[in-house]
Structures are given as C-alpha cells and as structure tokens.
C-alpha cells in the first residue's frame, strides 16, 4: 500500500528553527508537495522538490532523499502566524496525489 | 470571481436527501479535483477531472458522483447522503505542466457538510 508518515503534532518557540519530517512509500515518484494549512482554512502550496537536495525560499526550505523516501520542511525565524498544519504529498506513478496526515505545529512565544 | 470558489460554505443535511456542492474555477485550469478531509486523516481524492468532458474515481469515490460540463465547473453531488460523509469538502484545479509535469493545485475555500 501507499503511506505517507508526517509527526501528528510539533511544538516550537517563536523565532526558533524547526524541522518537520515525512517519510513516504508509494508506487513510484514524481515529486513531493509540502502545503500549508491554516485551522479553518484551506491548503496553500509551499514547495515542490522532484530531485534531491534542499530548496530554499525565504524563511522555508524543503529537502528531498529519493532514495531514502524521506522530505523535511525547515521553517526558521518561526513567528506566530506560522502556527499551521503542514501537509506533506507525493506524486506516485499515475501522477495522483498522496496526502500525508498532516503535522500541526504549535507555535509559543 | 478570483481564483477558485466553492458553495456552500457549509450545510447541514438530513440523511437520505440528495445534494450537490459547487465549485468553479476563473483560471483557465485544465484539471480539478475534490478531495474530503477527515480529522487525522490526510486529504483523500473523491474524482477528478483531467480536462472538460473527462472525469475520473479517486481514492474513495462511493456515494459521490461528479461531471464536467465545461472548464470552469465541477460539481459534487451527492445522490443519498449518508452520516459517514460527514466532512470537509475541497475542490482544486491545476494547470497542465509541460510534458506531464504535475503543477501545483489551488484549493478553494471548503465547504463543510454535516450528514444528521
């Protein structure tokens, strides 16, 4: 079957750096989406890695392994706003998306 | 419109009755999708649709019908609603990328659906 594995919950203290994990199994793959989400709201997209390496964009940068199936999304200078869901998702092999769960990180000040 | 909006914004539904969700789209975007979402599960794919004519199951497509009249429209409906389809509902678009490249989606605001 298809997983994809994202920590439930996270807390980090405002403008500290934090690391969310994901690590995936699925029938092939042709990239992966980090997006965020906001209690209430809907997902707004936040990166795409499909080769491997660290893609950095602002204060959030996104890391992909293929080999090891694994992604990381590294928030830094954390405010409060960045109080969110983070959704991790991979393109399989027909190009459908595969959602992870969710991580909901609390942010304290 | 801006972007992709979907109605209601929520609803309350007696079991059994029928009933559709609405979603359109004003960015030209060849493939949209509707996906529920459940506390502690990630987003699951209901249908999409590739292009306007087309449509396709996802991941849990029972109970849920959709058509595509048009690029713009992509309406969920729901033809005996049952208490388990109790949720959040999104709709996304997509544009096609170059050479089957997969493009980010854009989601709508949601509607939430609560089945008595």
């Known amino acids: 079957g298809q997983n994809i594995d994202q920590p439930t919950e996270m807390t980090a203290t405002e403008g500290a750096i934090v690391q969310i994990n994901c690590t995936y199994q699925?029938?092939?793959?042709?990239?992966l989406f980090w997006y965020q989400q906001h209690a209430g709201e809907a997902p707004t997209f936040l990166s795409y890695n499909v080769l491997d390496g660290l893609e950095e964009k602002g204060r959030f940068s996104s890391f992909l392994s293929r080999s090891k199936g694994y992604s990381y999304l590294l928030l830094k200078e954390l405010q409060m706003k960045d109080s969110a869901s983070y959704l991790c998702?991979?393109?399989?092999?027909?190009?459908?998306?595969?959602w992870g769960a969710g991580t909901k990180l609390i942010i304290k000040p | 419109i801006a972007g992709i909006t979907q109605a209601p914004t929520s609803q309350i539904l007696a079991a059994g009755r029928r009933m559709t969700l609405r979603c359109t789209q004003d960015m030209r975007h060849n493939a949209m999708y509707w996906y529920r979402q459940d506390l502690g599960l990630g987003l699951r794919l209901i249908h999409y649709?590739?292009?306007?004519?087309?449509?396709g199951k996802g991941e849990v497509p029972d109970g849920y019908s959709v058509s595509r009249a048009n690029t713009d429209d992509f309406p969920l409906t729901l033809a005996s609603a049952v208490p388990s389809q109790t949720s959040v509902y999104f709709c996304a678009s997509s544009d096609s990328g170059v050479g089957g490249a997969f493009n980010e989606q854009f989601f709508g605001p949601g509607t939430r659906l609560t089945v008595l």
């Open positions: 998702a991979v393109v399989d092999s027909n190009y459908q998306l595969i």
């Open positions: 699925t029938s092939g793959f042709n990239g």
């Open positions: 649709s590739n292009t306007a004519g087309t449509t």
